[in-house]
């Protein structure tokens, strides 16, 4: 079946006890059994629960993927894929990671003895073997990352990982399966924050793992149970919900950031566009090749940090605000907002930095929003060149 078939239906059967077309909410901590240690699969909601199972067939399905573990949050699948590095092996990243994945490693797992390296994006591919030795566990890669938009060559980062002895973990919240599949690239482990465009409505906090390696699923499940960061059935509910318009979203989010990205880039008061989808990105051809499309995240760089943090309060489709993928259109301000955690790190966001998730409203509105908000913005040098 294709992808946009799965979406509604992998997982998703009729209810069979009343014929629910929709997989209903199974509210319950706990379900009777029929006798001591004989159940219908499910025992307690922390271990098990039908919506979420649903979910995580779903999902699996979606990514190309065996297995699938759903948890509360992006950060709560994160932690739980840190456990399967010990202390005093080391995890190498990507430099220009998410916020609050560098806060966890440096801040909770770094005293614990854990050990991180970061690799500057331009390098991950060309010399990522470099950085890798047998004291490797894990190399971690957001592709396209957040919030600079590089983008990894994942085939290339397998290999150079699995040449290590070390697994590669994809975090392909950005891209979302519809539009990047990290397994058929050679990854081991796919990670997502669901509360993004898998949810995409903005009402729902949630995480993911996929995976194909049965050894690394059943740690994974294990680690689900014991460390009990997983979602409520409602919240499974709703992701589950989410992915029915997954591929349709996903096609208006990426044109409305085509058009985006296209405005910003000839704009006078803007001094940088970051997308992918611009043939003057340095990670284009690598994004042409293992994505169907360039997603829905913009970012740019004002003339300075006073601008753009002025920016960010004159738009007014564009809503002032964390996170990211839901239908509206959000900007932020990632030094100060998403990224602060980041501060005093050597790849800190740049204070000049505006972030954009371009939402499925009129592209037409929301460039007109970007026109007026940068209308009052100083014009730059003719020296400053876009990318």
């Not at 294709?2 to 006890?17: L, M, N, S, V, Y």
């Not at 010990?86 to 614990?112: F, Q």
Request: charged share 20%; proline share 6%; aromatic share 8%.
């Amino acid at each position: 079946m294709e992808f946009e078939t799965r979406a509604i239906h992998a997982g998703q059967e009729p209810d069979p006890a009343t014929g629910a077309v929709i997989t209903p909410i199974y509210q319950t901590s706990t379900f009777a059994q029929e006798e001591v240690g004989v159940h219908r699969g499910y025992d307690y909601a922390r271990v098990a629960n039908p919506t979420r199972t649903a979910l995580e067939t779903a999902l699996a399905s979606l990514e190309g993927a065996e297995h699938g573990l759903a948890y509360s949050s992006g950060l709560g699948a994160t932690t739980t894929v840190m456990h399967l590095v010990d202390p005093g092996e080391r995890v190498v990243l990507i430099a220009d990671v998410y916020g609050g994945v560098y806060r966890m490693t440096s801040r909770v797992y770094e005293p614990k003895g854990y050990r991180f390296t970061y690799v500057p994006a331009d390098e991950f591919d060309e010399n990522l073997g470099s950085y890798l030795g047998d004291d490797v566990r894990l190399v971690w890669v957001e592709t396209p990352s957040n919030p600079l938009l590089n983008v990894v060559d994942i085939r290339r980062a397998a290999e150079a990982a699995h040449k290590a002895g070390a697994i590669l973990a994809v975090d392909n919240t950005f891209a979302t399966p519809y539009l990047q599949q990290p397994l058929e690239l050679g990854a081991d482990l796919v990670v997502h924050s669901t509360t993004k465009y898998l949810g995409g409505h903005s009402d729902v906090v949630g995480g993911f793992v996929a995976t194909n390696d049965a050894a690394l699923a059943e740690r994974l499940r294990f680690l689900q149970k014991s460390l009990g960061a997983v979602p409520g059935p409602f919240d499974s509910w709703l992701v589950l919900r989410g992915l029915k318009t997954l591929a349709v979203r996903m096609r208006q989010h990426c044109e409305n950031a085509r058009a985006v990205a296209a405005f910003l880039d000839g704009h006078p008061a803007v001094e940088r566009v970051l997308y992918p989808g611009l043939p003057g990105h340095p990670g284009h051809e690598t994004a042409r090749r293992q994505m169907r499309d360039f997603g829905g995240m913009v970012s740019f760089l004002a003339p300075s940090e006073a601008e753009a943090v002025a920016l960010c309060s004159r738009t007014k489709l564009f809503t002032l605000a964390e996170s990211l993928g839901g239908v509206e259109s959000l900007i932020e301000h990632p030094a100060r907002m998403t990224h602060a955690s980041t501060a005093d790190a050597p790849f800190a966001a740049p204070r000049n930095l505006v972030r954009l998730s371009v939402g499925i409203e009129s592209a037409t509105d929301l460039v007109a929003d970007l026109e007026a908000a940068l209308a009052t913005s100083g014009a730059r040098s003719p020296s400053h060149a876009s990318a």
